[in-house]
Nanobody, 123 residues
């Protein structure tokens, strides 16, 4: 069974930084495409960033491009979302997601989801 365990959320002032981590607790983690979604208060879930199973392909949403970066460790089981210059509109619950098929992941139809971690940006 695939479990995604997120960490790193919290509260920060505008302009601050946070790093979210998600570890896949399953030996097949290296075969999974990984990504981050977020759900701002009262809004729909939206895709933030994705990284392919081998790290060779990444996508960053235009909403956060230039401020957020996604990476995965050499073992392939942990994905990180580095968030810089955070803005109040980045406030949301952030979810890690994984799927064998990158297409499903990007559509938000991933097979595996984390529980979510809260990020709050306010002064």
């Amino acid at each position: 069974d695939v479990r995604l365990v997120e960490s790193g959320g919290g509260s920060v002032q505008p302009g601050g930084s946070l790093t979210l981590s998600c570890t896949v607790s399953e030996s097949h983690g290296t075969q999974l495409n990984l990504g981050w979604f977020r759900r701002p208060p009262g809004k729909q879930r939206e895709g933030v960033a994705f990284i392919s199973w081998n790290g060779g392909d990444t996508y960053i949403s235009g909403l956060v491009r230039g401020r957020f970066t996604i990476s995965r460790d050499s073992a392939g089981n942990t994905v990180r979302l580095q968030m810089n210059n955070l803005k109040p509109e980045d406030t949301a619950t952030y979810y890690c997601a994984a799927d064998v098929h990158e297409y499903n992941l990007r559509l938000g139809a991933a097979s595996h989801w984390g529980q979510g971690t809260q990020v709050t940006v306010s002064s």
